[in-house]
């Protein structure tokens, strides 16, 4: 059986490509807004309204 490239197999290969090389290309002096852990930093918008919590 020969080996094809199907369209699901270069979505997925293109995802992969994407996934590993734009970190790379990420600005210098970038602050990412969520460290992935907890929500320190962020503060309620009381000029929206009241917020509400789970």
Known sequence: MPFTVTPSLMKTLNLLLLTFTLPVFAQ???TPLFNGKDLSGW???RASGPSKTA
């Open 28 to 30: 210098d002096g970038f």
């Open 43 to 45: 503060t309620a918008n």
